[in-house]
């Protein structure tokens, strides 16, 4: 799913920059064809003023030439008075609302040679920041031309497409951020992968040293010369307890992993939960032993449609929570209703209970109710986790009702099955 975000993500990056790049191409050709346009407009009319002044007819063609993007040349019929022409420039430029500055230059027929007229700008520049091209290169076809450079041309369209430029920098800015998130998901991604495989496989490595504990344990309980020593028959019964919760949380672990590998396939089967809550009840208990845990049920079979297998996890998964967060005489119901439509499972404990900030974050993977500076409660913050996903993978109903220094019911609402 990362990979194919990551591909649509792509895709998106290489069309939005396409995008951008061809508009602002064709935004600057669009003003520069705009600055062409207005600069020629000025030029004529200058041409035109001038041929008026001398009493002259200007040329039918080849009136204005442009030998590159800022350079022009504009061919006159007459000899140029460059004071008159540079009147001329500033007045026509300031009717098209053309600020940008230009330098002229006038040709010399009898020296064939541009003279140098003057560097005009709309704002006071310092002298020493005007760079003047006295230099201009010649138009060899023509006799009677004065010249225009403008300068500063690039920055003048530039400065005309700051809001344009303004939302390019932004979209880059967007687009550097989105690739730079893409690439922490994907870096984050393989480190959890990496996490994830070295969980697992430190978790399947654990199995077979609980098992031959189990083993191990098994055989010296039943040994006779054991049994007669208490001292040594509660070593060997400690290590049995404790195997068998290491088991329980090694179990848990694979259980997390499996979910998240692969979609959860489920292996649905018709059964009497009543009965079943009745042997989880009653093992959950052997293996307590001190601790209380109450059955009330119905005097009837009742049937769901589940998965055997994660169903009697999830229920051993909630009387386990409710026992840990439990004071100490700890009080567990299991509860079996029956509603016109449905079923519901409830654990009840009369534990600490669990306020309502942390009631959001309940289900979170790793997540555990906080209590204070003491670390009196073991688990890894998975069993919610898990019974959460197998409720969803089902269609049911999770929730919980708890209440601080009263306890907590979490209540599963199961179809029943002549109505599923």
Request: hydrophobic share 40%; with cysteine; net charge neutral.
């Amino acid at each position: 799913m990362i990979r194919r975000l990551v591909v649509l993500g792509g895709l998106s990056i290489i069309g939005i920059i396409f995008v951008q790049s061809y508009w602002l191409l064709k935004t600057w050709d669009i003003k520069d064809k705009e600055f062409d346009q207005t600069a020629r407009i000025v030029l004529r009319n200058v041409a035109e003023r001038m041929s008026t002044f001398s009493k002259t007819i200007l040329p039918k063609t080849d009136l204005i030439q442009r030998k590159s993007s800022n350079y022009y040349a504009v061919n006159i019929n007459s000899e140029i008075d460059a004071g008159l022409l540079e009147q001329y420039l500033l007045q026509e430029m300031n009717k098209q609302s053309l600020n940008i500055d230009f330098e002229y230059a006038v040709y010399d027929c009898t020296t064939d040679q541009l003279v140098y007229g003057n560097y005009c700008s709309n704002k006071p520049v310092p002298e020493k920041e005007i760079v003047k091209n006295k230099n201009l290169p010649k138009f060899n076809d023509l006799i009677y031309y004065f010249v225009v450079r403008f300068p500063n041309r690039e920055s003048f369209l530039l400065a005309n497409r700051n809001m344009t430029l303004t939302l390019t920098i932004l979209s880059v800015l967007a687009i550097g951020f989105f690739m730079y998130s893409m690439w922490v998901i994907m870096e984050q991604k393989r480190l959890s992968e990496l996490q994830k495989d070295f969980i697992n496989n430190m978790t399947h490595e654990f199995k077979t040293p609980i098992s031959s504990i189990k083993i191990a344990s098994d055989f010296l309980s039943n040994d006779q010369n054991l049994k007669s020593d208490q001292r040594l028959s509660r070593y060997v019964q400690i290590i049995k307890e404790q195997n068998m919760r290491l088991n329980d949380q090694v179990e848990k672990v694979l259980n997390v992993a499996r979910l998240e590998k692969d979609s959860i396939q489920l292996k649905k089967e018709v059964f009497d939960v009543n009965e079943c809550l009745k042997s989880i009840v009653n093992n959950e208990s052997l293996k307590l032993k001190k601790d209380k845990i109450d059955y009330i049920g119905k005097d009837k079979s009742i049937y769901i449609e589940a998965d055997r297998l994660h169903f009697v996890n999830i229920i051993a998964n909630m009387i386990d929570n409710a026992i840990k967060y439990s004071r100490e005489d700890p009080r567990v119901q299991v509860i079996l209703s029956e509603l016109p439509n449905r079923i519901q499972v409830s654990v009840k404990d009369n534990g600490v209970g669990i306020d309502k900030e942390n009631q959001k974050k309940l289900f979170e993977k790793f997540y555990r109710v906080s209590t204070g500076n003491l670390h009196d409660v073991k688990g890894f913050g998975l069993g919610l986790y898990y019974v959460k996903n197998i409720c969803d993978a089902h269609g049911w109903n999770l929730t919980v009702a708890s209440v601080p220094g009263e306890g907590s019911e979490f209540i599963i609402s199961i179809p029943n099955f002549n109505e599923a």
